[in-house]
């Protein structure tokens, strides 16, 4: 990609693929105008992937600033110190992924399951 050296541009990546790039990246930088559900959110945080995001939409529905990085800030010079702070800290890196991992083991089949038995009996 011409000025964006360090930039590779992927396609027809396959599951396995995705699965190591989620494993092997240091970070993920998904910028989002609104949305419900973000599947690419989902598989990273169950990744452990360190995750920097908007607050837009339900995001907050998964995600909170124990297991991601939300931002509240539109300003690009805000963006870049962000995903530069993060880049170069790699204790809240690790933070991140775990507590990020941990929230999706909450979303467990088995666990919403439950939950959902327990919803039905109540009434």
Not at 59 to 88: G, W
Request: proline share 2%; aromatic share 6%.
């Amino acid at each position: 990609m011409q000025g964006l050296k360090t930039t590779e541009l992927v396609d027809d990546v396959t599951e396995e693929q995705l699965l190591k790039y989620y494993q092997s990246h240091a970070l993920l930088f998904l910028p989002l105008i609104d949305g419900t559900a973000n599947n690419t959110l989902l598989e990273a945080a169950a990744c452990g992937l360190p995750i920097i995001t908007s607050d837009v939409g339900a995001v907050r529905d998964y995600l909170d600033d124990k297991s991601a990085v939300i931002l509240r800030s539109e300003k690009t010079e805000v963006i870049v110190s962000t995903i530069i702070d993060l880049l170069n800290d790699r204790n809240k890196r690790s933070d991140l992924s775990t507590n990020a991992r941990k929230k999706m083991l909450s979303f467990d089949w088995e666990h919403i399951a439950e939950r959902m038995k327990r919803a039905y009996e109540a009434y």
